[in-house]
Every structure is written in C-alpha cells, then in structure tokens.
Antibody
Framework: QLQLHESGPGLVKPSETLSLTCSVS??????????WGWIRQSPGKGLAWIGS???????YYNPSLKSRVIISVDTSKKQFSLKVSSVTAADTSVYYC??????????????????????WGQGTLVTVSS | DIQLTQSPSILSASVGQRVTITCRTS??????LAWYQQKPGQAPKLLIY???TLQSGVPSRFRGSGSGTEFTLTITSLQPEDFATYYC????FGGGTRVEMK
C-alpha cells in the first residue's frame, strides 16, 4: 500500500520560502508511470492543485502560482519537494502531497488527458506569520 | 480556466436516504470527472475517477454520472460513515458539498 508523508516547518515568516518534502513508501516511484504533486487547502479557497512532477524531473505548475513555485524529485531517496517563495498570509494552508494519475483518451484520433489524485498524504498545516 | 460549481453547498439527509450532489462546469468537458470524500481532519479520499469508475475499495452505493456540463455523485443509500464533504474535480476542484445528518 502506497503511503505519502509530508514534512517541513509548520510556521514560515512572510516573504520567506516555504519548503516541504514528501516521502514515498510502500511502492517504487520509478517503476510506475505516475506524477507526484502538491495540493493545498485553505478555509477561504478550498482545494487547489499547486503543481506536479514526473520521475524524469519535468514539472508543471498551476499558472496562478507558477512564478513562485518549484517542485523537485529525488527518486533515489523516494522523495519529492515543494518550495513556495515570497509567501504571504494567503499561503497559509494545509499542504497535501499526492500521487497524480494522468489518463489518456482519444476523440477522433486527437489525444487528450484527464487527471485525478489517488493517494494523499495526511497533510501538514503551514502558517505564514511573523 | 474551467470553473466547477457544486450544489447544494450543504445537504441534510438521513441514513438510508438517496443523496445526489451536482457539479456543473463552466464549459463542456470530457466527462472524466473525479469525486472525493473528505472527513474532518483527514485528507480527501478518491471515490470515483473517469466520471464513473469506482476506485478500488469504495462501496458500490457511490455512483458517478453525467455529461457535458452537468455531473452527479449519487449515494444510493446513505450510511453513517458517509457524512462528510464531497468534492468534484476536473483540473480544478469544486467548492464542496457537506452532507450532514438531518
């Protein structure tokens, strides 16, 4: 059974960088064709996908956060990480790491994708405050 | 961006009742919607993906359907453990529907 576990500081000062790590256990990151992602949940804004990364290291991000976010992966350590720079109080949220599944489908020979998140960490609350 | 609007935001129901949650999208989508269940203090749990495919281990009383811009999650007979908040997702997430005890 795959398990994901977030770790990192629970308190970050405004304008600093939020850094979280997700440790993956119970399955191999490299033997599967999945993405690894981050989602956050704040009381005022609900659930929001932050970004995801492939084992190859190719990452893609929510356009609303792209300028401040970096996601990296270290398959040898079975970990992937999130950094959000220049944080403000609006970044206060519970942060979840997830396994991100991307499935292909075709309409008249044109290829498309749909996404869902099948495994979630328990979540970690990060508060931005001085 | 496609917006997902769930209704109702709060639903009061009794055990054994049939419950339907609606997710409307701002434009027509593929139909490959996902549904999640979240209980207080827990991470969301995937219930349905691809519009109607039940995730492994999820009871068959959960059903997903719909097309175009309107999709539904139906719980055919509400059980005590089903009182929770439900979210739809296709790219972005809906705002959630809290199912509470009547």
């Amino acid at each position: 059974q795959l398990q994901l576990h977030e770790s990192g500081p629970g308190l970050v000062k405004p304008s600093e960088t939020l850094s979280l790590t997700c440790s993956v256990s119970g399955d191999s990151m490299t033997e599967s064709d999945y993405y690894w992602g981050w989602i956050r949940q704040s009381p005022g804004k609900g659930l929001a996908w932050i970004g995801s990364i492939e084992n190859s290291g190719s990452a893609y991000y929510n356009p609303s956060l792209k300028s401040r976010v970096i996601i990296s992966v270290d398959t040898s350590k079975k970990q992937f990480s999130l950094k959000v720079s220049s944080v403000t109080a609006a970044d206060t949220s519970v942060y979840y790491c997830v396994r991100h599944v991307r499935e292909a489908y075709y309409i008249e020979s044109n290829g498309y994708y749909y996404d869902y998140f099948d495994y979630w960490g328990q979540g970690t609350l990060v508060t931005v405050s001085s | 961006d496609i917006q997902l609007t769930q209704s109702p935001s709060i639903l009061s129901a009794s055990v054994g009742q049939r419950v339907t949650i609606t997710c409307r999208t701002s434009q027509g989508i593929s139909g490959y919607l996902a549904w999640y269940q979240q209980k207080p203090g827990q991470a969301p749990k995937l219930l349905i993906y691809g519009g109607s495919t039940l995730q492994s281990g999820v009871p068959s009383r959960f059903r997903g359907s719909g097309s175009g811009t309107e999709f539904t999650l139906t719980i055919t007979s509400l059980q005590p453990e089903d009182f929770a908040t439900y979210y739809c997702q296709e790219g972005s997430f809906g705002g959630g529907t809290r199912v509470e005890m009547k």
